[in-house]
């Protein structure tokens, strides 16, 4: 499988901690994306980072990506309760789709 | 305003009836997916679509039918419901295949099968 997998499954943190979740994916990718998904919603696209780049910054969200340990973290700085989701990586999977992982479950606590 | 809409949102329906799921997207875009979303499992591709009168299967797409006459709208048909397809669906639209773009998201129709 190409699924990504998210660790930890669950995370609690005060707010203005950092939070950092990491992604595991098992096959070569051209590009890795993230997403976060808020209680009852759809999900909403945060950043997009390329194989062939190392960091990614986007407001508050930095992500890595390590294609030799075939890994990507995405670290969010300064937590506010409103970042309070479940968070996924997504790869590429067949010619046109994505696979999503299982998902980081992110509370903060105000 | 510009977006990807489900319908509808809740749906509480019985085994062995037929239902469909609406979505609709006004960006023109030429890619479209359903997914299911369950705890333990995540989101799995059921079906897609890469243009009007174009689609595949998922990852999961046993007891769904889907159709594409128009590139706005992409509807999900379960013919003959089980207990097993309770679930929360969502809709996607993409400009471009597989991960090269984000996909963007439908809030979801949280459908449960009696």
């Known amino acids: 499988s190409q699924q990504g997998e998210e660790d930890p499954q669950a995370l609690s943190i005060q707010e203005g901690e950092n939070a950092t979740m990491n992604c595991s994916y098992k096959t070569s990718i051209n590009n890795l994306q993230w997403y976060r998904q808020n209680s009852g919603r759809g999900l909403v696209h945060l950043i997009l980072?390329?194989?062939?780049?190392r960091e990614k910054h986007s407001g508050r969200l930095r992500v890595t990506l390590d294609t030799s340990k075939k890994s990507s973290s995405l670290l969010i700085t300064a937590s506010r309760a409103a970042d309070t989701a479940s968070y996924f990586c997504a790869t590429k999977g067949g010619a046109n789709n994505l696979f999503f992982g299982t998902g980081t479950r992110l509370t903060v606590i105000p | 305003d510009a977006g990807i809409t489900q319908s509808p949102r809740y749906k509480i329906t019985e085994t062995g009836r037929q239902v469909t799921l609406m979505c609709h997207q006004t960006w023109s875009h030429s890619y479209m997916f359903w997914y299911r979303q369950d705890l333990g499992h995540g989101l799995r591709l059921i079906y897609y679509?890469?243009?009007?009168?174009?689609?595949d299967k998922g990852e999961v797409p046993d007891g769904y039918v889907v159709s594409r006459s128009k590139t706005e709208n992409f509807p999900l048909t379960l013919e003959s419901a089980t207990r097993s397809q309770t679930s929360v669906y969502f809709c996607?639209?993409?400009?471009?295949?597989?991960?090269?773009?984000?996909?963007?998201f439908g809030d979801g129709t949280r459908l449960s099968i009696l």
């Open positions: 980072i390329r194989s062939n780049e």
């Open positions: 996607a639209s993409s400009g471009s295949a597989g991960g090269n773009q984000p996909q963007h």
């Open positions: 679509s890469a243009a009007a009168d174009i689609t």
